[in-house]
């Protein structure tokens, strides 16, 4: 094998149990692409070569001595810099936490760690997970490995673009407004946000309580599937943890497809939508209607009612939690950060607590309309093609252009935190510029399977998430 | 006598709020922008401690009061006394399917 990092995770992770491989190699591998990938990209704040190459020496002797610890044994991983570890600093991607030590370690990671993972560091983000492009005025910009002129989006920007450069093989990442689902379809890559509770927060640093999701970004989606199942399930430490029963996503990813029903929207829901994005979801329409997929036109609601209810959220739970920063340390902040926050406390507790009550008015009719009769609903991850950082760059070059763009970024993804439900985004095409597009699946509450299922079947027709971005040397 | 009616006293700064935000949601015509971005600017002092520059105040101004108008503008068609916030949870696990 030239370069093993270019395998997928759930084949890296075969080779290791088959001793094909080791996890040492592996991890050199990864080192090597990180070595190569990083000047272009920014995409890691912090590198643990010794620590990680020490915990691969480990795994590879406790293999020889027949103990496999779980599903990620020796697989080299690396998540967005706000899952703690006690004892490590842990960033957020701010100035404020630049060297501040967790008191704690996230269940995620302690689930990845029985699982046999090797954690290689910690990865770019927007700060305090706030921002949608990848912008960071502390750690510098991550890049987008397709085209480093372009963002990356955010917040888990870093996540997206360490797997789509094949850094690493799986990553972390959060979302509270589509962190997770832009990045992955900017990036060309798979991303996550499971239901609401599906995974636990505990030690994942908080954007928005009620709207926080913490999901995986790998290459496919059977290894998606494999990280969700490591990372999901009920946690004594998180009380909006579910303790809903988690499914083998892995074992259902084969189930037929045929007869699935997918609902798409009216064209009216999509207006202003980019001309390449629609071009690149018809297509993924006529390939998912090969593979045996019906679809059904499907009326949405109001997006911008779901939209307001979860800014409304958001504002508030930040403005709380970020007071005593915000009136000790302004200056620390991104103009931009603090610019998103500064609403809520102007916001009347009777709105929030409204906001959080019409959740679940808005969820219901949801459930009961728009997904009556159908297993999904097809939509675009982002509704244009990939801006360049220059232009989107509030920061260095604030204007109502930039605030334009970066105001229209979630629109398809900031609903379905509201609403809770499971949303995957997978890539399906490039725009004019060569840089992937992405498609969205939304689901039921914890039909994190159904998605898999479909994610897989056209992954399998198709081999957008095969496409690699080359690295052009200077 | 309401602290709402003609000649009555102002007599702190939360009677203030009653009557402006009381103002900004009844009064036929709509306010001022200049009068929501003052309004706003002193809540954000007397309630919070913050003081925004005229700019600053007049962008939340506007913001504050869109979000606001449009939340309670869904509580008003959509919402019952019963209503709780935490019948959120128990809807997604009574709608669990894989």
């Known amino acids: 094998m030239s370069d093993w990092a270019t395998l997928d995770l759930t084949a890296a992770a075969a080779a290791i149990a088959d001793g094909r491989v080791s996890s040492v190699e592996l991890t050199q591998a990864c080192l090597a692409r990180i070595e190569a990938w990083q000047p272009r990209t920014n995409a890691f704040i912090r590198l643990d070569r010794d620590a990680a190459l020490a915990t691969a020496r480990d795994r590879d002797l406790e293999r020889g001595a027949g103990r496999m610890r779980g599903k990620l044994h020796g697989v080299p991983l690396a998540h967005k810099d706000m899952f703690y570890r006690q004892g490590r600093v842990s960033t957020g991607g701010s100035a404020i936490r630049r060297d501040w030590i967790a008191d704690r370690t996230a269940t995620v990671n302690t689930r990845l760690d029985a699982a046999g993972a090797i954690d290689l560091g910690t990865l770019n ?105 490591v990372i999901a399930g009920a946690d004594d430490d998180d009380a909006a943890a579910s303790g809903q029963a988690v499914p083998d996503y892995e074992a259902m990813l084969d189930r037929p497809i045929a007869g699935l029903r997918l609902g798409v929207p009216q064209d009216a829901a999509l207006d202003g939508v980019d001309s390449d994005v629609t071009a690149a979801l018809a297509q993924a329409r006529r390939d998912l209607q090969q593979i045996g997929v019906t679809f059904v036109d499907v009326r949405l609601p109001e997006l911008g009612a779901l939209f307001d209810s979860a800014e409304t959220i958001i504002k508030c739970e930040a403005a709380a939690m970020h007071r005593p920063w915000l009136e000790a340390r302004p200056q620390d902040y991104a103009n931009q950060v603090r610019w998103r926050m500064e609403a809520g406390f102007l916001i009347p507790a009777t709105q929030y607590i409204d906001a959080l ?118 | 006598m309401s602290r709402l009616e003609a000649g009555a006293p102002i007599r702190t700064v939360i009677d203030k709020f009653h009557i402006a935000a009381t103002l900004w949601d009844s009064c036929p015509e709509e306010p001022r922008m200049e009068d929501k971005a003052r309004l706003i600017a002193d809540m954000a002092d007397a309630l919070q401690g913050i003081r925004l520059t005229p700019a600053r105040a007049a962008d939340l101004a506007a913001e504050v009061g869109r979000l606001n108008g449009a939340v309670r503008g869904a509580a008003a068609d959509m919402l019952r006394f019963d209503d709780d916030p935490a019948a959120y949870a128990a809807l997604l696990a009574r709608s669990a399917t894989s």
Not at chain 1, 149 to 169: E, H, L
Not at chain 1, 216 to 223: E, F, I, K, Q, Y
Not at chain 1, 425 to 452: K, M
Not at chain 1, 469 to 474: A, E, G, I, K, S
């Open chain 1, 125 to 229: 983000m927007a700060e305090f997970a706030a921002g949608p492009t990848g912008h960071n005025i502390h750690f510098g910009d991550c890049c987008n490995p397709w085209d480093p002129a372009r963002v990356t989006g955010g917040s888990s920007s870093g996540s997206a673009a360490a797997v789509a450069a094949r850094m690493i093989f799986g990553a972390l990442g959060s979302d509270t407004g589509g962190s997770i689902r832009m990045p992955a379809a900017i990036c060309g890559v798979v991303g996550m946000k499971p239901t609401y509770g599906r995974v636990s927060r505990f030690g994942a640093l908080p954007r928005s309580w009620s709207l926080d999701h913490v999901g995986p970004l790998t290459r496919s989606v059977a290894d998606n599937a494999r990280l969700l199942q």
């Open chain 1, 357 to 474: 009550r019409l959740r679940t008015y808005h969820t219901q009719e949801f459930i009961a309309g728009t997904l009556d009769g159908i297993d999904a609903l097809l939509l675009p991850t982002m509704p244009f093609a990939t801006p360049t950082r220059a232009e989107t760059d509030v920061e260095r070059r604030p204007g109502a252009t930039a605030l334009a763009i970066l105001s229209r970024f979630s629109r398809f993804t900031r609903p379905f935190n509201l609403l809770g439900l499971p949303a995957l985004s997978l890539p399906c095409g490039r725009d004019a510029n060569g840089l992937p597009i992405g498609l969205q699946l939304v689901g039921r509450p914890f039909a994190e399977a159904t998605l898999y299922t479909i994610g897989h079947a056209y992954q399998q027709a198709t081999d957008h998430h095969r496409q690699a971005p080359v690295l052009q040397m200077p």
